[in-house]
């Protein structure tokens, strides 16, 4: 088989005192992501959708939040880190597929960046990674804005 598919989700809280971190860009916002290491909701999506297709477990698994090394931990150094497991197995990431659902802030402005920054951690080009935004329509918790969700699907091809 010369194509694996994976995907991924994670939700984390809001709070304040936090900076706003998804897709390895620091997002102007009065609240930010609660959480072990940076808290990137996107970034973490895409990890667990990586190691998804190849059945390698998820990032609880490789960065446990008991371990105080990954405290703040930065996600894009968690990102290659997977990354290189895929590449070591045979793997490079075809394309990747993501929604944000945030009820606030406006999201648009930073997916360009946002996609920069994990295509550049990936060694792939932007267009391979697709970021869309969306908001829950104030439903639910992420509605209230006591968090943020991400969920991603990813394409891996055999090198
Ligand atoms: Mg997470």
Redesign the pocket.
Known sequence: MNIRIGNGY?I?QLGGGRPLILGGVNIPHELGLL?HSD?D?LT?AIMDGMLGALSLGD?GHYFPPSDPQWAGADSLVLLEQVNQLIVDRGWQVGNIDSVVVAERPKLKPHIAQMRDRLAGVLAVKPDQIGIKATTNEKLGPVGREEGIAAIAVVLLDRK
């Open positions: 994670d984390h959480g808290a909701v973490h990032i």
